[in-house]
Nanobody
């Protein structure tokens, strides 16, 4: 079955960096788009970054120039490099994919990022 396992979260000071990783299994990773979402308490998950099977990327305006999404298909892994972190980046980050457009949403368990100011 599809599994997404995130890691790499933690506590960091404002201005610092973290790299999140999401290891995927149970599907042909290299042909699917992968996303990172961000959620804070009481709010809906928001799309932060996406990478297509061909490596094209897109970002939320709030993270452009600071975050970089990448993938290593040989490792079934998608990364989110987070630089110049701000307090508003605090929250849980989730890895996400769909195996067809409009299909079931697969989520990881999330990894907590806390940015102290």
């Amino acid at each position: 079955q599809v599994q997404l396992v995130e890691s790499g979260g933690g506590l960091v000071q404002a201005g610092g960096s973290l790299r999140l990783a999401c290891v995927a299994s149970g599907f042909l990773f290299r042909v699917y788009r992968m996303d990172w979402y961000h959620q804070t308490p009481g709010k809906q998950r928001e799309l932060v970054a996406t990478i297509t099977s061909s490596g094209s990327t897109d970002y939320a305006d709030s993270v452009k120039g600071r975050f970089t999404i990448s993938r290593v298909n040989a490792e079934n892994t998608v990364y989110l490099q987070m630089n110049s972190l701000k307090s508003e980046d605090t929250g849980v980050y989730y890895c996400h994919t769909q195996l067809r457009v409009g299909g079931y949403d697969y989520w990881g368990q999330g990894t907590q990022v806390t940015v102290s100011s």
